[in-house]
């Protein structure tokens, strides 16, 4: 039983992920793009979205790069705007949310980086990376583990907690010095 929603069409389906696609900050893979399209309304069914997807490439308004992103075109941005009233207002609403939150976790993969490569040794260096929001490296660290279980660990707990790491190797830094007797140094 199909489920209720508000979306009848698949020219509908079309608008929606022209307009969806339009405010996100990069492309997307395949599954980024469905699920964003199949929660914003419950009767679009996978089969429709697929097709959909596979048309709007065929026809221009999206790119598919070799990677497997999809990104929206000139041409999709014109129609898009063009037929996005054509949505449903609380269609458009729930689209917004799920991009806002998609576009969050596309600003934090571009502001916690963790990238790793092979020495001559065995070890692996880890390379941990905390960037502005405009792409400036902020603080990078290298750093030389044993084996891939703390590559693992590393990488996992810097990208939970980056900004707090970089807040305290900044405040040990520019910690005031203490000397022997107690009185700070400048």
């Known amino acids: ?33 469905q699920d964003l399209t199949l929660s914003c309304d419950g009767a679009i069914e996978f ?26 075109t000139e041409k999709g941005l014109f129609n898009g705007r063009a037929t996005m009233t ?13 991009v806002a939150k998609q576009n969050q976790r596309i600003k934090r993969k571009r502001q916690v980086q963790v990238t790793t ?29 044993p084996d891939e279980k703390h590559v693992k660990k590393l990488r996992k707990r810097f990208e939970q907690d980056a900004e707090k790491i970089y807040s305290e ?3 040990i830094l520019f910690q005031e010095e203490k000397t022997d007797e107690g009185s700070e140094n400048e």
């Not at 039983?1 to 508000?6: E, R």
């Not at 339009?22 to 793009?33: C, K, S």
């Open 86 to 98: 054509e949505i449903p207002y609380s269609v458009r609403l729930r689209a917004d949310d799920l």
């Open 117 to 145: 490569h092979g020495q001559s040794n065995g070890n692996t260096v880890v390379t941990l990376r905390f960037n502005d929001d405009y792409g400036l490296t902020l603080w990078r660290m290298d750093v030389a583990v």
């Open 169 to 171: 190797v900044i405040s």
């Open 47 to 72: 089969f429709d979205f697929s097709e959909c997807l596979g048309y709007l490439v065929q026809t221009e308004h999206l790119t598919l790069s070799d990677d497997g992103l999809y990104g929206i």
């Open 1 to 33: 039983m199909p489920q209720v929603g508000f979306i009848r069409s698949k020219n509908e389906i079309k608008f929606l992920i022209l307009y969806i696609a339009e405010r996100l900050l990069e492309p997307v893979p395949y599954e980024v793009m």
